[in-house]
């Protein structure tokens, strides 16, 4: 007998049908003799209708309250699931992040989880309750309603696991587990059967989103082993922890693509001390995360600086560089949306040589051309025309003969 923290996806709560059937899975795992904490998403695509509706009365709605009206979404789903487990006989109760007490900084859309008081949650399973949390929401010190970004009910769930030292934390979602590239796209991927922490955060990272990123690093921070499966089968999954000896380190574990992705280049940058100092701090002070920078080579005393940005961000982010800009004397800005990221993730690339190459000859074949290249010690990233981007990322996984990959 253990704590049991299970989540599911939008997808798998879209229809009465598919509530009753999570009902009858989450009631399953309580008569097995475990205490369950479920955290659930907004049913279906009502997170993203809700964005719709805000922007048809204000383009630029304020960040307060859009979280109002997101936040409205996940209700709906804790109280139907509650509901669905009564009618089969089992107790059950929905509590809001604000009733448990999910406490998170005020930066809204994107707010950070601080603290998660358990005292509620130990209450209501004390008193043989299933618990049903609702994701993606939180509520500051001062009873500020927060979300925690796109995807953040996979962040609930882990802060949940972490706080109350969950014997499991199963994500379950629309496909079987983690796959060498998005099995929507690439028909032949593989599902792999455990994949580390760091692979993990930075496939998320790179778009992958069957885990959102805050989630991959929290997990990886309070190390919370995670067991992503699927809502609709009883195949096994993936795991994901970390590293033993046993496990056996791939060059290539996956390839990742993320279309949300904006290009914002400044040209004719003085090249002195501190401008990207200047430049960046003032892009943080907006609470908006810089993905890759790249500086060009300095050409009579100037230079061009392009970053990316979620395309969530490029308009903010672009108003702030252009502000910048004129305070430095650059001469002008650039905001491209139309770009994607490719990225190739394997904790074994840091020592096979090559692997980059490899990628790019595989881009090269296809006649796709390449804007910006990161690397990390097991990350390989390409900004390219978001047009190519599902004919790369077939074209990557089959350089790799990750459709052959053994399942380990
Ligand atoms: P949920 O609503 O359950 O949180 P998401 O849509 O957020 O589901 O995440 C699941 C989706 O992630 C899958 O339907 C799949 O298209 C996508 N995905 C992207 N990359 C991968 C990958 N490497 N492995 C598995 N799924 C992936
Ligand atoms: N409903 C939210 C979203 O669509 C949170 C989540 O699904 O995890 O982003
Ligand atoms: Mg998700």
New binding site residues.
């Given amino acids: 007998m253990g704590l049991i923290v299970q989540k599911y996806?939008?997808t798998s709560v879209a229809t009465p049908e598919r509530i009753k059937h999570v009902a009858r899975r989450v009631v399953n795992t309580k008569v097995a003799g475990n205490d369950v904490v479920v955290v659930v998403?907004a049913p279906g695509d009502t997170t993203d209708h809700l964005i719709e509706l805000a922007k048809q009365v204000n383009e630029r709605p304020p960040a307060r309250e859009m979280d109002m009206l997101l936040a409205t979404g996940e209700q709906i789903s804790i109280a139907l699931l509650a509901m669905a487990i009564h009618a089969i006989g089992h107790s059950a109760i929905s509590l809001t992040g604000a009733q448990v007490r999910i406490l998170t900084d005020g930066v809204h859309t994107k707010a950070r989880i601080l603290e998660v008081d358990r005292e509620r949650i130990h209450r209501e399973l004390a008193r043989g309750n299933i618990v049903i949390v609702a994701g993606f929401q939180g509520v500051t010190p001062d009873n500020e309603i927060t979300t925690l970004g796109?995807?953040g009910?996979?962040v609930t769930a882990v802060a949940l696991a972490s706080a109350l030292d969950a014997q499991a934390c199963e994500i379950y979602?629309d496909v079987e587990g983690v796959y060498t590239a998005d099995p929507r796209i690439v028909p032949e991927a593989k599902k792999l059967d455990f994949v580390s922490f760091d692979e993990i955060l930075e496939m998320a990272s790179s778009g992958a989103?069957?885990?959102?990123t805050r989630a991959a690093e929290y997990a990886k921070q309070y190390n919370v082993p995670l067991h992503i499966r699927s809502t609709f089968s009883e195949a096994e999954g993936t795991r994901i922890g970390e590293v033993t000896a046993m496990e056996k380190v791939r060059v290539v574990t996956a390839v990742a693509h993320d279309r949300n992705v904006a290009k914002i280049t400044i040209t004719d940058v003085p090249d002195v001390p501190g401008i990207a100092h200047r430049l960046f701090s003032a892009i943080a002070a907006k609470h908006i995360n810089v993905d890759m920078i790249v500086q060009s080579a300095s050409r009579e005393g100037v230079t061009d600086i392009s970053f990316t940005v979620a395309a969530t961000d490029g308009e903010a982010a672009a108003e702030v560089a252009q502000e910048v800009a004129r305070e430095i004397g650059a001469s002008g800005v650039m905001w491209e949306g139309g770009v994607a990221k490719i990225s190739i993730v394997g904790a074994g690339m840091v020592t096979n040589p090559g692997v980059a190459a490899k990628m790019f000859g595989a881009l090269a074949q296809e006649g796709i051309n390449i804007q910006l290249i990161s690397t990390s010690e097991i990350k390989v990233s390409c900004i390219i025309d978001e047009k190519d981007v599902e004919r790369a990322v077939r074209a990557v996984h089959r350089a790799f003969n990750l459709d052959q990959i053994d399942r380990v």
Wanted: proline letters at 0%; charged letters at 15%; a neutral charge.
């Fill in positions: 996806g939008g998403s796109r995807g009910s996979d979602t989103v069957v885990l959102q």
